[in-house]
C-alpha cells in the first residue's frame, strides 16, 4: 500500500484520539516523510562518485591518447617534408 498524504492524516487523526494532540504530533513528527524511500543516501552518493571519478579518468585518458596520437603524427609529417626537400 502505498502511503499518501490523506493517509498520513487519517493516522495522525487516530494517533491523536488515542495518544493526544502532543504525542501525536511528536511521533508524525518523527516520522519520514512521503517519498522518503526515493531520496539519496550517503551510499548512494559515494557509489555515484566512484563512478563519476571512473568515468572522468576514463574520459582523460581518451584524450590524452588521441593528443599523442595527433602530436606523433604532426611531427612525422614535418619531419617528412623537412627529409624529403
Known amino acids: 500500500m502505498a502511503v499518501d498524504e490523506r493517509a498520513r492524516h487519517q493516522l495522525f487523526v487516530k494517533l491523536e484520539e488515542v495518544l493526544g494532540v502532543e504525542e501525536a504530533t511528536t511521533l508524525m513528527e518523527t516520522m519520514p516523510p512521503v517519498g522518503y524511500g526515493e531520496l539519496a543516501t550517503k551510499q548512494d552518493l ?11 579518468r576514463q574520459d582523460i585518458s581518451n584524450q590524452t ?11 612525422v609529417s614535418i619531419s617528412s617534408v623537412a627529409l624529403f626537400r
Open 46 to 56: 559515494v557509489a555515484m562518485k566512484h563512478e563519476i571519478i571512473a568515468e572522468l
Open 65 to 75: 591518447r588521441t593528443i599523442v596520437v595527433s602530436l606523433v603524427a604532426v611531427v
